[in-house]
């Protein structure tokens, strides 16, 4: 780097040239995941399948998220995290193409997977590239503004894709959900072209050496846990234990594995020692657990017991996002860890007592309630957690560490999947809200009790480690 090169990030690290690819590019990923949701009807009739068998474009990407993040962040620590920010979003324009032209539900299962592995390389990329742009810079913590801001464009938008979702719907078709994609990965792709700074020289050329440097042993036998758990969710209420049995057998195979690994995928051994951070893991999921419930749950409801339009569902859930990036705004700024996840729990737990009630004859108002609450949640959950982990991650390591909280918040999404289609097993009912709503309250409870027995939790990010 260059004498005047290094004095330019020295006095302004993160110049809006530097950060806005970054907050594009992390917006596919929450969007793409919630923008399916007011699609789904049309996308049968369009492809002439039952409705229940769409369900599998919402899985497909929690799954190829769930095992891409952490390994986009691996990639991202080994070869450098603007390759794989690039990379990613090549992966999702050409993804964007083809479900925009796919003639059956297969082809819209390919597509949405390469959307779940292209969009996951944005955000621990970005966390790398933050990172290391503070070190250059000489910041000793966190930067709590631009991390902020990341969250904005990286987890709180998810509910904003249930809005423009459905605008895209009745403004053209269920295809237009897919199509959009491909200008905003071109707007995020020729930024970060131009503006963040090319990595060094790969060391790792050899097929063997890449093999070695990622883990791949421990990538595949991560996937191979998670798709078999998500089976097994995926089989209730009418549980397939086989699924279960082998997801256990795979998870403990891969412990064994990755304690004797030179560079391990999962580093089980930091998670064990480190359980501050895996802590931060536990309670990222929860919240997603809560959130998505609301966002996939509730939405199906509205429509079908409220009669209400997908544009009118999700223009109802629209102000979750909108409190969200205002919550963030107003916290990330002050590095706040501690108050805020007490605040992100105990509004969860307002959001549950009130969905109890959305059978009665006040839903619209309790609806209403439940959005800010969980808007409020959300903003606290994601900002304080990433302050977490970006203080508790090893510097080396925080590419894959930052996949792995994404993943997390992914497990709790793909918990929610199993909650629905247990409790709207025939069709959405008042009653399946209710129990909706003791669920949310007994894992927002949960997350409460975690919070406050975590003594280790500091009040607010002070300094990288």
């Known amino acids: 780097m260059s004498s005047s090169t ?16 970054l907050y594009f590019g992390s917006t596919l990923n929450p969007i793409n995941s919630a923008l399916i949701a007011t699609a789904l009807v049309p996308i049968a009739h369009g492809v002439g399948v039952p409705i229940g068998e769409t369900a599998a474009l919402v899985s ?54 390469m959307l779940g592995l292209g969009t996951s390389c944005a955000y621990p990329s970005a966390m790398l590239l933050i990172r290391r742009r503070a070190q250059v810079a000489g910041l000793d913590a966190p930067p709590g503004n631009v991390l902020g801001r990341l969250q904005i464009a990286g987890i709180a938008t998810a509910s904003l894709g249930l809005p423009i979702g459905g605008l895209l719907v009745q403004l053209f078709s269920w295809r237009a959900v897919f199509f959009i994609n491909v200008p905003v990965a071109i707007i995020a792709l020729i930024p970060a072209l131009l ?69 391990p995928f999962l580093d089980v051994r930091l998670l064990a020692a480190n359980m501050a951070l895996s802590r931060t893991y536990l309670r990222f999921a929860l919240t997603q657990l809560c ?75 309790l609806t209403v309630v439940v959005v800010v609450m969980l808007g409020v949640s959300q903003g606290c959950g994601t900002t304080s957690n990433t302050m977490a982990l970006y203080t508790q991650a090893p510097a080396e390591q925080l590419g894959t560490a930052s996949g792995l909280l994404r993943s997390s918040g992914y ?18 009912s008042n009653a399946g809200v209710g129990s909706i709503g003791w669920i949310m309250l007994g894992t927002s409870v949960l997350l409460l009790t975690i919070v406050l027995a975590d003594r280790t939790l500091p009040w607010r990010a002070e300094s990288q480690s």
């Open 6 to 21: 290094m004095s330019a990030v020295t006095e302004r690290p993160f110049s809006w040239r530097f950060t806005t690819p």
């Open 60 to 113: 497909a990407l929690y799954v190829a998220t769930a095992i891409a993040q952490p390994t986009a962040g691996k990639a991202a620590d080994v070869f450098g995290p603007r390759r794989v920010f690039l990379t990613g979003l090549v992966i999702v324009l050409l993804g964007g193409l083809v479900g925009g032209f796919a003639p059956n539900l297969a082809t819209l299962l390919v597509s949405r997977v």
């Open 195 to 263: 503006w963040v700074p090319k990595d060094g020289p790969i060391t790792n050329r050899r097929p063997r050496q890449v093999c070695s440097a990622l883990d791949a042993t421990g990538i595949v036998g991560f996937a191979a846990g998670m798709v078999t758990l998500l089976l097994f969710l995926s089989s209730l209420p009418d549980p397939r234990w086989l699924y279960l049995i082998l997801s256990i057998a795979v998870w403990i195979v891969l412990v064994w594995w990755e304690r004797r690994a030179a560079t």
């Open 291 to 365: 959130a998505y419930t609301v966002l996939y749950g509730i939405t199906q409801w509205l429509e079908a017991t409220r009669g209400l339009s997908e544009l009118s569902a999700g223009l109802l859930l629209l102000p979750m996002t909108v409190i969200s990036g205002l919550v963030v705004a107003a916290v990330s700024r002050r590095n706040l860890i501690r108050p805020t996840q007490i605040l992100s729990a105990t509004c969860c737990i307002v959001a549950g007592v009130a969905t109890l009630f959305l059978g009665g004859p006040a839903w619209l108002a």
């Open 411 to 428: 497990l709790g999404s793909i918990a929610s999947s199993a909650v629905i289609g247990i409790v709207f097993h025939e069709h959405p």
